[in-house]
């Protein structure tokens, strides 16, 4: 959605961290089933130029408390090439 819309830096949150730090590449995608996945998320990530990916624990997943954590970026020149 935010492609279609022309967005170029984008700030996601997600409840995941496993999914978050595999995104940042700092943990490796082991389960085969969810390669394709991973590589399509790149895919998309590769059209923005900036991505901030936060991870938001659960029970803190609102607006007001998103700004006590952390914001990891990446940039075009960060993703490996698919």
């Known amino acids: 959605m935010a492609i279609e819309m022309g967005i170029k830096d984008?700030?996601?949150y997600g409840?995941?961290?496993l999914v978050i730090n595999q995104l940042l590449e700092e943990y490796e995608v082991k389960k085969e089933d969810f390669v394709p996945y991973h590589k399509h998320a790149f895919q998309l990530?590769?059209?923005l130029d900036i991505v901030n990916l936060e991870h938001?624990?659960?029970g803190a997943n609102t607006r007001k408390s998103r700004?006590?954590?952390g914001t990891r970026a990446r940039r075009r020149d960060d993703y490996p090439s698919v």
């Open 10 to 12: 984008l700030n996601m």
């Open 15 to 17: 409840e995941s961290q």
């Open 45 to 47: 990530l590769d059209r």
């Open 56 to 58: 938001v624990p659960r």
């Open 67 to 69: 700004s006590h954590f």
